[in-house]
């Protein structure tokens, strides 16, 4: 019998697919109805509360106000009806680990009554704080597990929501999350921390341009979520996607994505069907879905919704991985979030369109059409600039993991060089101004033009650039460089601070000028700017080895992979921005960059395991099965007074061996002594692991070129990624 029977049925099974849900129609109930059905919104909220409670409540939701804890009570039991009636039974304070995963602990709405029956409680005390039991959770040497107090807070600005399941419902409450002692834990408290701030910071650039009535100012996040599908069946015929979520071992298809006629091709029924589902189940949660399409490679899909508030948004990007992963199981499907499941297959990332806004001024990052806007556009469009350039360490750190070290730099992704594509137009107003400057005679008037001589901007300032980390496109900054798997937390939390401490500089310097002397500072501000960082602009190719001479004479950052990366963290840079306005502590900070490391060796650590089995049990017997069948053939020949060709035997013995080999090598690895820091530990991982990983991989790859197929017992990249 062949070995390959997990496989030979996981084929059959994926090509036997038959819904077993009917599908998914807006039909009966129309989007518009479903949309935010299960959300405790300020539209229930309005028919709920009392009028004075509402008011104060939507005061901090809109405004950042100081939450009035005394409306608490009434919140909460409005909130309790509410999910009741929905059917809720349990309620539970979401919070943000820094796992990059979501946390949930559910509690009942009974309490015994002590008469043997009973109520259903849920008092504002329990709605503003909860106490999970804090111990499992990584605080990076933060605190030790027997200090295991952790508290969670209520978040107003994030509405609670109903979370179905068909084993029960549950009401969700977004919470930050602190220690005992209170130290952040997670990465929505900072980031609420950081958006004050910079609604502070730009309040000031804009009353500088003399706006009067001046709305909460809010960072705005976008993401696109790149994924893969497969069909469920393959998933689990393959250990290495079940345990690491990315192949470990696969040779190259035939046929990839080279003809490109994957990339916005029509979208596969069983797909469609899936992301129907998806959509309906994050509209109830008014999650505003909007575009979805195929992606480059074959089996590869985006999903993106219009952008919100940046804490709403990254709250709700939890959920998007979370309803992806989980519808996709109805449709007999898996969803792979990894960064490169397939290697030679093009990676996914999580494009983070970012920009700041408000409801009086508008999108603040969009150029206008006025002159007078411009202005106000180009020195906050200067402060995005000098802060990319500053702190490139930091974004290049903030996106670093096991998994994007695959793709970052890996000609598909934009490289590990941060740097900024402006467009042209954009680049040449900049240029402009930094020739501008130099005119003395001219000075005078091209300074009110700085501004006013500036051309008119177009709302699309130059082409687009798919190879650049940090592009600008035309409204909006879009950071390409996150990873499809993590949390846009760290990488949004990043932007707010360091824009916050851009544009609190810029805003300095031109209080201190004055009225009059606006248009000059901003000149000379801005060319200032370009003088120093103008580095960090680059419009090409950021795909090609030119630009990694270049951005090495420019003297740009090339951190290649996470264990260069992740010390930013801690720089000098990173701790001067992150104490000033009190959003995290050089020790919170420390932590941060502790459980990057320590993440990265458990990944690196459960491959090499993964690996290691795979080799061994898989693998290997495959091969000398195939060995065993040639060497039977051969002996046959020979007796039959034939001379054998022994060439494939001798290759397939030679590979079988290799394989070994390299078996060995990643166990001896493996194997090693205390590293002292969990930094050094990492660095072994990269040093010695992963190249002996690769080891094994080159030898397993190339006897699946060998093996006879029927004896081949994993599911090939061709089988996972044309099969539908
Ligand atoms: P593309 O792939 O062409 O860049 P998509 O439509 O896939 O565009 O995604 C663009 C994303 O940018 C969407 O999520 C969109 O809501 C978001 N976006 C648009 N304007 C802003 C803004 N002002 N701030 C943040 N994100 C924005
Ligand atoms: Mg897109």
């Known amino acids: ?303 993106a919704p219009v952008y919100e508030s940046s804490n709403l948004a990254a709250d709700h990007q939890q959920l998007v991985m979370t309803f992806l992963r989980s519808v996709a199981e109805k449709y007999g499907l898996a969803c792979l979030l990894a960064e490169k499941p397939f290697a030679g297959v093009n990676g996914s990332g999580k494009h983070l369109n970012f920009s700041l806004g408000n409801a009086t001024q508008g999108n603040l990052l969009d150029p206008g059409d006025t002159p007078h806007a411009n202005a106000q556009f180009l020195v906050l469009c200067g402060a995005v600039i000098r802060a990319v350039s500053l702190h490139a360490k930091l974004l290049r750190a903030v996106v670093a993991g096991a998994g994007n070290d695959h793709r970052l730099g890996a000609n598909e992704a934009p490289p590990a060089i941060i740097s900024i594509f402006l467009g042209d137009q954009l680049t040449d107003v900049f240029e402009q101004i930094k020739a501008g400057g130099a005119k003395s005679s001219k000075a005078k008037s091209s300074l009110n033009v700085g501004v006013d001589v500036l051309p008119t901007l177009p709302k699309d300032a130059g082409d687009r650039n798919r190879t650049s980390p940090f592009a600008f496109t035309g409204n909006r900054f879009e950071f390409r460089a996150v990873g499809s798997s993590q949390s846009i937390g760290a990488s949004i939390l990043t932007l707010n601070v360091i824009i916050a401490e851009s544009v609190d500089f810029l805003a300095t310097e031109l209080e201190k000028a004055g009225p009059d002397k606006l248009n000059e500072t901003i000149q000379q501000l801005l060319k200032d700017i370009i003088d120093e960082h103008g580095s960090v602009i680059f419009n090409g190719n950021g795909y090609c080895a030119e630009w990694h001479e270049e951005a090495e004479k420019r003297g740009l950052p090339n951190l290649k992979t996470t264990i260069e990366a992740l010390p930013a963290y801690t720089s000098p840079s990173t701790i001067a921005a992150f104490e000033k306005y009190g959003i995290l502590t050089a020790r919170e900070l420390e932590s941060r960059r502790e459980i990057a490391y320590e993440h990265y060796v458990k990944s690196v650590n459960v491959e090499a395991n993964t690996i290691i089995e795979m080799a061994k049990t898989i693998i290997y017997p495959a091969a000398m099965r195939y060995q065993s069948e040639l060497a039977d053939t051969a002996a046959k020949l020979k007796a039959a007074g034939l001379q054998p060709d022994t060439t494939v035997l001798e290759q397939v013995t030679s590979m079988a061996k290799d394989l070994l080999a390299g078996v060995s090598k990643v166990e001896s690895a493996l194997n090693h002594g205390e590293n002292g820091s969990v930094e050094r530990h990492a660095r072994h991982f990269k040093e010695a692991v992963l190249p002996a990983m690769q080891e094994v991989r080159t030898a397993a790859d190339a006897l699946e070129g060998m093996v006879a197929d029927d004896l081949w017992p994993l599911p090939t990249y061709q089988e996972m990624l044309f099969i539908r």
């Open 1 to 303: 019998m062949s070995s390959s029977i997990s496989r030979l049925q996981a084929i059959t099974a994926a090509s036997n697919f038959k819904p077993s849900a009917a599908p998914v129609t807006f039909r009966e109930t129309f989007a518009t109805e479903l949309y935010g059905s299960n959300v405790f919104s300020p539209t229930v909220m309005k028919d709920r509360l009392p009028k004075s409670i509402y008011k104060s409540v939507m005061q901090t939701i809109e405004s950042g106000a100081k939450l009035d804890a005394t409306v608490a009570d009434v919140v909460a039991s409005a909130m309790k009806d509410w999910a009741i009636e929905k059917g809720a039974t349990h309620y539970s304070h979401v919070f943000y680990p820094l796992t990059g995963i979501s946390a949930e602990k559910h509690d009942s709405f009974l309490s015994p009554d002590g008469l043997g029956s009973a109520i259903t409680e849920f008092s504002g005390k329990t709605l503003i704080q909860g106490e999970p039991d804090a111990s499992s959770f990584p605080s990076g040497g933060l605190r030790s597990t027997f200090e295991a107090r952790g508290y969670t807070a209520w978040d107003v600005t994030s509405p609670a929501y109903i979370l179905e399941n068909p084993n029960g419902t549950t009401l969700c409450i977004p919470t930050a999350f602190v220690s005992w002692t209170g130290d952040v834990l997670d990465s929505k408290t900072p980031l609420l921390r950081a958006m004050q701030v910079l609604d502070q910071q730009v309040r000031r650039v804009l009353k500088l341009f003399g706006h009067e009535k001046i709305a909460h100012i809010s960072s705005t996040g976008g993401p696109e979520q790149e994924y893969f599908l497969i069909d469920r069946n393959f998933f689990y015929a393959r250990p290495d996607l079940l345990n690491a979520g990315r192949t470990l071992f696969g040779a190259k298809p035939p046929k990839g994505q080279e003809f490109e006629d994957h990339y916005f091709g029509a979208i596969p029924e069983r797909v469609l069907a899936f992301m129907l589902d998806v959509e309906r189940e994050l509209f109830k949660l008014g999650i505003p879905i909007k575009t979805r399409h195929n992606e480059v490679a074959p089996g590869q899909f985006e999903v």
